[in-house]
Structure formats: structure tokens, C-alpha cells
């Protein structure tokens, strides 16, 4: 559980949160174009934060049953199989040392994991390290607190639970996807519930749910449940892919972007 508390000073004050996972560096699908265009776009946007949702590099050796050598990275060359993860982890960290000051913090995915169980070395801890940002593990809970300054004293108070986790399951089709958010919205009692794993963009259709306030008021408040996206591609040239051997349909490639609005206590996602 992370809590951090964020001070603003206008109304019309809004605040963008965006899931960055299932990148996969070291795969030759892996679409660095679009992930320097998500990572600029983070870095240039004023009052924007990032969550990392996992899978942040392919971290396959040659002793995995799943290592392909057509599925390497053309930049990694022989002499590098016997240190494809660490040159992979110094290469992600490049890519988001800017916007290492914007992450709230970051997920370990099941590829990292995949390698902690079976040799003993935990990539989202050296990730984290080499960042200096917070490791939640394979899911957690980000809790944000907005407070608005009026006149030398806090204003509108309010607060954002967080729930993101890695993602579990492997439903093909997107009415599972989003029946798994909802799943996982009716006994996790957050305002924003992030899963990656799938490697596609989905919004839930939000839900408004009915309550009471500390003092006894009718209230409501709505919760989003959404898929975070990917930077895998299924398909590449002159390559054979896991995606294609499984029939996977290629990805939406990308992120699905947040609005947080804590002044009217609101929220919206957009593909």
C-alpha cells in the first residue's frame, strides 16, 4: 500500500494516470517507437503520473523452454545470451529515467517473476532500485489524496484508491476481458482498478454505486475498471511470433489514459 499526497490550487485542476506495462524489451515485437511517444507524451504533460503494470522486458534465455532466437531483439546480438536480462533491465531504465520522478510505482510481471522463481534474481527489484522508485509486488494499492489550497488552507479534500495489479487469466475474447474487470470490481472496493497482462485497451463500463457519507448523506461515487494495453506486437516480418503461433489478433498498441478530476471527484478513460 503506497500513499502519496498531491496539493493543487484550482478548480479546473485535472490529473492524468496511465498504466505502462507489457512492454517486453528484448523482443523483436517490442514497438519502441510507440513507447518513446507514450514516454515523451508522460514527460511534457504537466500533472501526469504513471503506474508500472509489469512485463517490462522479454527476460527469455537460451535454458527457457519458450526461447526462440527469431524472437530476439536484432540488437542483442550472440555474444549478449549470456547477459540478455541485465543489459535488457539497463536498457529499460534508460528508456524511463526521464519520467522516473512521475511514477507512483511499479508491478512486477509474471515474466519478472517467472525469473525470481526459478533462478533467484528479482528484475523489479533492481528495476525499482536503478529508478529509486516503489515496488508494489505483483499487485497493491496506490492510494492519492488531493488536497486544494483556498486562501492559506486546504479546500476540497479527496482521495483516489487505487487498485493495479499485473492481470492474471488468458481469455481471448473482449466480452471475458471485461467480465474479468467486473469480477474483480465487485470485491475490491476501489475507485480505479488497473490490470494489465492481457495486452489490450479495455474500459469496463463505469459503474455508479450508491452510498452513504460519514455524516449520513446520500452520495455516489464511480468506479472505472480498464486494461491497461501493451507494446507487443503480435505480428512482425521475418519473424515468428508466440502471438502467431497461438492465432492471438495483433494488439492495440498504447496505453489507456486517465483523467482524474478531484475537485468533482470524477474520472474518465479514453482509448
Known sequence: IIKKEIIY???????????LGDIHLGNIGCDIRKLNEIIKWVKDTPRTFWIGMG???????????????????????IKNLSRLIPMQIDDICALLMPIKHKCLAILTGNHEENVRLRFNFDITFEIARKLGVQNLGY?????????????????????????????????????????????????????????????????????????????????TRKQIAIMTGSFLKGYVENATTYAEKKGYSPADLGVVKLMLKPDIKDIHASL
Request: a positive charge; glycine letters at 8%.
Open 55 to 77: 512485463d517490462y522486458v522479454e527476460s527469455i534465455i537460451p535454458t527457457d523452454p519458450r526461447f526462440d532466437p527469431y524472437s530476439i531483439d536484432p540488437s542483442y546480438n
Open 9 to 19: 490550487s484550482s478548480r479546473s485542476e485535472h490529473f492524468n494516470l496511465v498504466g
Open 139 to 219: 499487485d497493491g494499492w496506490v492510494r492519492l489524496q488531493f488536497r486544494r489550497k483556498a486562501r492559506n488552507s486546504i479546500g476540497s479534500n479527496f482521495a483516489y484508491k487505487i487498485y493495479a495489479s499485473h492481470g492474471f487469466g488468458g481469455a481471448r475474447k473482449s466480452g471475458a476481458k471485461v467480465n474479468r474487470l467486473e469480477d474483480v470490481a465487485t470485491y475490491m472496493d476501489a475507485d480505479i482498478i488497473m490490470l494489465g497482462h492481457e495486452h489490450k485497451k479495455i474500459i469496463a463500463p463505469p459503474v455508479i454505486k450508491l452510498g452513504l457519507t460519514e455524516q449520513g448523506n446520500l452520495t
